[in-house]
C-alpha cells in the first residue's frame, strides 16, 4: 500500500494539480476573465441567495390545456368524417368529451373505424404506458362518444409544461443572464430564478411574448457563401442554423404558414424506413396554406424557422395536402423528441400566470455569502487545530490533504460551470468534516496497529489498508443519499447534492492516494523503525 511507481505519484500529483488549477479563475475579476483563452474563463456562478436576482414562480393554466386538447379532438372529428364522406349531426365538445352524430346508420362501422385511428398510444417515442389517447365508443342511436381519459389530460400538461420551459429558457437567455435556474416544479407549475437580475417586471414582460414560429422556403438561386457577400436578393435574406456549428442560409422573406396554424407535433418512427421523424399537424387555415405551398415547390427545400433561426430544412417530397406531414432526416430518437418540443413550444404557448414573486437584494446576497465565508472559515481552522493536536505530524499531513481537496472541489465545480448556493456552502463545509473524518478513521487504524505491536512501516501500512472498506463503505452510503438528494430535490437542495457529491469523490481521491502518497514519502526519507509521530 505504501509503494508508488514514480509514474503513479506523478500522475497523483498532476491530477490534483491541475483541477486545483481550474479553480484560480474564481480569484480573479469577471472582467479580466473574459479576456483570457476560452478554456480557462470556467468559473463558479453564484445563485440566486448569493448574488441576488429575480425569482418567478409561474403557473400554466390547465383549464385551457383541457380545452385546446378538446377542440383539437373536435377538429380531427371533423376533418376525418369529411374525408370519409360521412354526414354526421350534434358535434359538440364538453367535460372531457366529444360527441357526434352519424346521419346514416350504414355508415357506422365506417366512422367508428376512422376515428379509432385518432385514439394514438401514450407516451410518444419515448415509451408507452399501454394507455391510450382516446377511448372511443358507440353510445348507441347513432352516437359516437370520444372520450379523453385523465392520463392523457396529463400527458398533455406534462407537454404543456415542456413547451412553456422552452419558451421561458429563450427569452431569459435573451436577458444575458449566467445560469439562470428554470425547472418544472409539481404538476403545473414553472420556477424561475435568475441571478443578477433585479428587474422582475422587465423578466415578466419578456415571458409574455411567444416564440415566433415561420414556414418558409429556401432561395437555391444563390448560394450562402455568395450571399454572405452582398448577392442576396432583396425577398431573401441570410439566416443561422440553431445548431452548432453555425451554418448560413439564404431563406426568402415570403412567410408560408406561421407558428399559429401549428396545433400538434410529436416524434414517431419512419414506417418504411424505421428512421426517427417529426409529425406536425396544423389548422384548417394552415393545412389549406400548407398544401398550396408544397403542391407549388414539390422537389424544394424549405426552411422551419423559430427565432430567425433555421431549426431544419427538409426537402418537400410530395405535396402534402391533408394538414399533416413528417420533418425525416439525421435524427437521433432524443433529437426528434427534442424539435417536436420545440415545433409544439412555437405553435401552443399556454397562458402563464405568476403566482409568486420575490426579489433577492444584492446587499442580502452579500450577507449570506460573509456569513457562509465565516462558517467555512471557523469550521476550517477548528479541523486543522483539532488535527494538530491531536494527531501532531500526521494530522499536518491531514490538513494538507484536506486544503487541497476543498481546492478540488472548487476546481470540478468550476469546471462544471456549477451554481453555487448557500447549500452548496453548507455541503462543502459538510465535506471538509468527511474528509477529516476518513484520515481519523485511517490514523487510529495505525495506532491499534503500533499497540498490537507492529513496527512503524508494518502498521502504517495495515492502517491503510484497513481502513479502506470502511471508509469506502461510509463514502458510498452518503454518495447514494446525495444522488437520491440531486434526483428528488430541486432548486438549492440539488445544490447541496451536487457539492457533497464532488466533494466525496474528491475526498475518497486524497483520502487514498494523496494523503498516502504524502505518508509513503515520509516514510521513504525518515525510514522508521519503531515511533511514529502520530
Same mark, same amino acid.
Given at each position: 500500500? %505504501?509503494?508508488?511507481?514514480?509514474?503513479? &505519484?506523478?500522475?497523483?500529483?498532476?491530477?490534483?494539480?491541475?483541477?486545483?488549477?481550474?479553480?484560480?479563475?474564481?480569484?480573479?475579476?469577471?472582467?479580466?476573465?473574459?479576456?483570457?483563452?476560452?478554456?480557462?474563463q470556467?468559473?463558479?456562478?453564484?445563485?440566486?441567495?448569493l448574488?441576488?436576482g429575480?425569482?418567478?414562480? %409561474?403557473?400554466v393554466d390547465?383549464n385551457?390545456?383541457?380545452k385546446?386538447?378538446?377542440?383539437?379532438?373536435?377538429?380531427?372529428?371533423?376533418?376525418t %368524417?369529411?374525408?370519409?364522406?360521412?354526414?354526421?349531426?350534434g358535434?359538440?365538445?364538453?367535460?372531457?368529451?366529444?360527441?357526434?352524430?352519424?346521419s346514416?346508420e350504414?355508415d357506422?362501422?365506417?366512422a367508428?373505424?376512422?376515428?379509432?385511428?385518432?385514439?394514438?398510444?401514450?407516451?410518444?417515442?419515448l415509451?408507452?404506458?399501454?394507455?391510450?389517447?382516446?377511448?372511443?365508443?358507440?353510445a348507441? !342511436?347513432g352516437?359516437?362518444?370520444l372520450?379523453?381519459?385523465?392520463?392523457?389530460?396529463?400527458?398533455?400538461?406534462?407537454?404543456?409544461?415542456?413547451?412553456?420551459?422552452?419558451?421561458?429558457e429563450r427569452?431569459?437567455?435573451q436577458?444575458?443572464?449566467?445560469?439562470?435556474?428554470?425547472?418544472?416544479q409539481?404538476t403545473d407549475?414553472?420556477?424561475v430564478?435568475v441571478?443578477?437580475?433585479?428587474?422582475?417586471?422587465r423578466?415578466?414582460?419578456?415571458?409574455g411574448?411567444?416564440?415566433?414560429?415561420?414556414?418558409r422556403?429556401?432561395d437555391? +438561386?444563390v448560394?450562402?457563401?455568395q450571399a454572405?457577400?452582398g448577392?442576396?436578393?432583396?425577398?431573401?435574406?441570410?439566416?443561422?442554423?440553431?445548431?452548432?456549428p453555425?451554418i448560413?442560409?439564404?431563406?426568402?422573406?415570403?412567410?408560408?404558414v406561421?407558428? !399559429?396554424?401549428?396545433?400538434d407535433a410529436?416524434?414517431?418512427?419512419?414506417q418504411?424506413?424505421g428512421?426517427?421523424?417529426v +409529425?406536425?399537424?396544423?389548422?384548417?387555415?394552415?393545412?389549406r396554406?400548407?398544401?398550396? &405551398?408544397?403542391?407549388?415547390?414539390v422537389?424544394?427545400?424549405?426552411a422551419?424557422?423559430?427565432?430567425?433561426?433555421?431549426?431544419?430544412?427538409?426537402?418537400?417530397r410530395?405535396?402534402?395536402?391533408?394538414?399533416q406531414?413528417?420533418?425525416?432526416?439525421?435524427?437521433?430518437?432524443?433529437?426528434a423528441?427534442?424539435l417536436?418540443?420545440?415545433l409544439?413550444?412555437?405553435?401552443?404557448?399556454a397562458?402563464?400566470?405568476?403566482i409568486?414573486e420575490?426579489?433577492v437584494?444584492?446587499?442580502?446576497?452579500q450577507?449570506?455569502?460573509?456569513?457562509?465565508?465565516?462558517?467555512?472559515?471557523?469550521?476550517?481552522?477548528?479541523?486543522?487545530?483539532?488535527?494538530l493536536?491531536?494527531?501532531r505530524?500526521?494530522g499536518v499531513?491531514?490538513?494538507?490533504a484536506?486544503t487541497v481537496?476543498? &481546492?478540488?472541489?472548487?476546481?470540478?465545480?468550476?469546471?462544471?460551470?456549477?451554481?453555487?448556493?448557500?447549500?452548496?456552502?453548507?455541503g462543502?463545509?459538510?465535506?471538509?468534516?468527511?474528509?477529516?473524518?476518513?484520515?481519523?478513521?485511517?490514523?487510529?487504524r495505525?495506532?491499534?496497529?503500533?499497540?498490537?505491536g507492529r513496527?512503524?512501516?508494518?502498521?502504517i501500512?495495515?492502517?491503510?489498508?484497513?481502513? %479502506? &472498506?470502511t471508509?469506502l463503505?461510509?463514502?458510498i452510503?452518503?454518495?447514494?443519499?446525495?444522488?437520491v438528494l440531486?434526483?428528488i430535490?430541486?432548486g438549492?437542495?440539488r !445544490?447541496?447534492a451536487?457539492?457533497?457529491g464532488i466533494?466525496?469523490?474528491?475526498?475518497?481521491f486524497?483520502?487514498f492516494?494523496?494523503?498516502r502518497?504524502i505518508?509513503?514519502?515520509?516514510?521513504?526519507?525518515?525510514?522508521?523503525?519503531k515511533t511514529v509521530?502520530?
Amino acid at each position: 500500500m %505504501l509503494y508508488f511507481t514514480r509514474w503513479k &505519484a506523478l500522475g497523483i500529483i498532476l491530477t490534483a494539480l491541475v483541477v486545483c488549477l481550474c479553480a484560480v479563475p474564481n480569484f480573479f475579476p469577471e472582467s479580466q476573465v473574459k479576456t483570457w483563452p476560452g478554456w480557462a474563463q470556467r468559473r463558479l456562478v453564484l445563485g440566486l441567495d448569493l448574488q441576488g436576482g429575480s425569482y418567478l414562480l %409561474l403557473e400554466v393554466d390547465s383549464n385551457y390545456v383541457r380545452k385546446e386538447k378538446l377542440d383539437q379532438i373536435r377538429d380531427d372529428v371533423r376533418r376525418t %368524417l369529411r374525408d370519409a364522406k360521412i354526414g354526421y349531426t350534434g358535434l359538440n365538445a364538453r367535460n372531457d368529451v366529444v360527441e357526434v352524430r352519424i346521419s346514416r346508420e350504414t355508415d357506422l362501422p365506417t366512422a367508428l373505424s376512422k376515428l379509432r385511428e385518432l385514439s394514438q398510444p401514450l407516451g410518444g417515442l419515448l415509451g408507452s404506458s399501454g394507455q391510450r389517447s382516446l377511448e372511443v365508443s358507440d353510445a348507441g !342511436g347513432g352516437l359516437i362518444r370520444l372520450t379523453v381519459p385523465q392520463a392523457a389530460i396529463t400527458e398533455r400538461i406534462r407537454q404543456t409544461i415542456e413547451q412553456s420551459i422552452q419558451i421561458v429558457e429563450r427569452r431569459v437567455n435573451q436577458l444575458g443572464t449566467v445560469e439562470p435556474v428554470i425547472q418544472r416544479q409539481g404538476t403545473d407549475r414553472i420556477l424561475v430564478q435568475v441571478p443578477g437580475l433585479q428587474d422582475p417586471t422587465r423578466l415578466k414582460e419578456l415571458l409574455g411574448k411567444t416564440a415566433k414560429m415561420e414556414f418558409r422556403m429556401v432561395d437555391t +438561386s444563390v448560394p450562402p457563401d455568395q450571399a454572405q457577400q452582398g448577392r442576396v436578393a432583396p425577398e431573401s435574406e441570410i439566416l443561422m442554423s440553431a445548431s452548432t456549428p453555425k451554418i448560413p442560409y439564404v431563406i426568402k422573406k415570403q412567410v408560408l404558414v406561421s407558428g !399559429g396554424d401549428l396545433t400538434d407535433a410529436q416524434p414517431g418512427f419512419d414506417q418504411r424506413t424505421g428512421e426517427p421523424i417529426v +409529425s406536425f399537424r396544423f389548422n384548417t387555415s394552415g393545412a389549406r396554406k400548407f398544401a398550396q &405551398a408544397t403542391t407549388e415547390n414539390v422537389g424544394q427545400p424549405f426552411a422551419i424557422v423559430l427565432d430567425n433561426e433555421v431549426i431544419s430544412a427538409p426537402v418537400i417530397r410530395e405535396p402534402i395536402t391533408g394538414g399533416q406531414g413528417q420533418i425525416s432526416g439525421n435524427f437521433t430518437v432524443q433529437s426528434a423528441n427534442d424539435l417536436a418540443i420545440l415545433l409544439r413550444a412555437g405553435a401552443l404557448p399556454a397562458p402563464l400566470t405568476v403566482i409568486e414573486e420575490r426579489t433577492v437584494g444584492p446587499g442580502l446576497g452579500q450577507d449570506s455569502i460573509e456569513k457562509g465565508e465565516l462558517a467555512a472559515y471557523v469550521g476550517s481552522i477548528l479541523v486543522i487545530v483539532f488535527m494538530l493536536l491531536t494527531y501532531r505530524l500526521f494530522g499536518v499531513f491531514a490538513n494538507i490533504a484536506v486544503t487541497v481537496n476543498v &481546492a478540488m472541489i472548487f476546481g470540478l465545480l468550476s469546471l462544471l460551470n456549477a451554481t453555487l448556493t448557500l447549500p452548496g456552502i453548507a455541503g462543502i463545509v459538510l465535506t471538509i468534516g468527511i474528509a477529516v473524518d476518513s484520515n481519523v478513521l485511517i490514523y487510529e487504524r495505525i495506532r491499534e496497529e503500533l499497540r498490537g505491536g507492529r513496527n512503524a512501516i508494518s502498521a502504517i501500512d495495515a492502517g491503510f489498508k484497513r481502513a %479502506l &472498506a470502511t471508509i469506502l463503505d461510509s463514502n458510498i452510503t452518503t454518495f447514494i443519499a446525495a444522488a437520491v438528494l440531486f434526483y428528488i430535490g430541486t432548486g438549492p437542495v440539488r !445544490g447541496f447534492a451536487v457539492t457533497l457529491g464532488i466533494g466525496i469523490i474528491t475526498t475518497v481521491f486524497t483520502a487514498f492516494t494523496l494523503t498516502r502518497l504524502i505518508v509513503a514519502s515520509w516514510v521513504w526519507w525518515r525510514r522508521p523503525q519503531k515511533t511514529v509521530p502520530i
